[in-house]
């Protein structure tokens, strides 16, 4: 099973698949849009907090505000965190999100970090040591991930055309003769992204995920591909066997209804 993170998708066997983490720009505009709703939020509590508060002596109205303080800036970014699974109004509109380092979505004692380490570097210094700890860290984290064990990742990336998987000549043959039938769904889908993907991947993480998955591919398949046989040559074959028999059965499957079709209107005349 593979698990996103930050800068890749890990999988079951510590293979790293190298995925693009939100950039300082798209940070920077949702950490804003994020600090605009929490002024706006204040001032609409204030101007209806203080006018009741006017009877009361310096130090009410002082731990009042403050508390106001720490309920915006560290009490709601917290709480929606947690209960958004890392996302807030500014990461929705920027498609990013905060999960754990190991890909999994944050809890509170995640958001709470985050949010208390905010205070000082995104509020009282102006988001200065922030910025520069991103763009120092190789992963894009500020001090809170850093301290939380977080990262910020883009969830909505620019659309890439599907091509379609060619089938390898010298392997035409044994795939025709091959039981590619017992191949799961989500092992197929994994075959897929490894050779949409393999061109972007570090080589060393594309041989060793291309060997994993011809493994699991092999131990399904009956009778194996020739051993001197690449692997992604073997999982080409195999994705492209598969979609070349889908195709058949949807049309053996519509050739058999156009003939139903073709008999019901003849048997009232027949």
């Excluded at 983490?21 to 798209?26: F, G, I, K, P, T």
């Excluded at 020739?226 to 049309?251: C, K, M």
């Amino acid at each position: 099973m593979a698990h996103a993170l930050g800068t890749g998708v890990v999988t079951g066997d510590a293979v790293v698949l190298e995925l693009p983490r939100a950039s300082a720009v798209l940070r920077i505009a949702s950490g804003l849009l994020d600090a605009l709703v929490v002024l706006v939020v204040g001032l609409v509590v204030l101007v209806v907090a203080l006018p009741r508060l006017g009877g009361a002596n310096t130090s009410s109205v002082a731990t009042v505000v403050s508390v106001l303080l720490v309920l915006l800036v560290v009490g709601i970014p917290t709480a929606v965190e947690t209960l958004t699974r890392g996302r807030s109004l500014g990461r929705l509109v920027m498609g990013t999100r905060v999960v754990r380092d190991d890909g999994g979505p944050v809890r509170f004692r995640h958001a709470v970090v985050r949010a208390l380490t905010g205070v000082g570097e995104l509020w009282l210094l102006t988001g200065a040591p922030a910025l520069i700890t991103a763009l120092a860290n190789r992963r894009g984290k500020r001090i809170g991930d850093l301290l939380a064990g977080t990262v910020v990742v883009r969830e909505r990336a620019a659309r890439q055309e599907v091509r379609e998987v060619l089938m390898p000549p010298e392997l035409a043959r044994w795939a025709s003769t091959a039981d590619v039938g017992a191949l799961p769904a989500g092992l197929a889908l994994a075959c897929r992204q490894l050779l949409a993907r393999s061109h972007r991947l570090n080589p060393t993480s594309r041989e060793q995920l291309g060997a994993q998955l011809r493994a699991d591919v092999v131990a399904r398949v009956f009778p194996p591909p020739p051993p001197s046989a690449s692997p992604e040559r073997v999982l080409a074959a195999v994705l492209a066997e598969r979609r070349r028999r889908d195709l058949e059965r949807l049309r053996a499957q519509e050739e058999r209804r156009r003939q139903d079709a073709d008999e019901l209107q003849r048997l009232p005349f027949s």
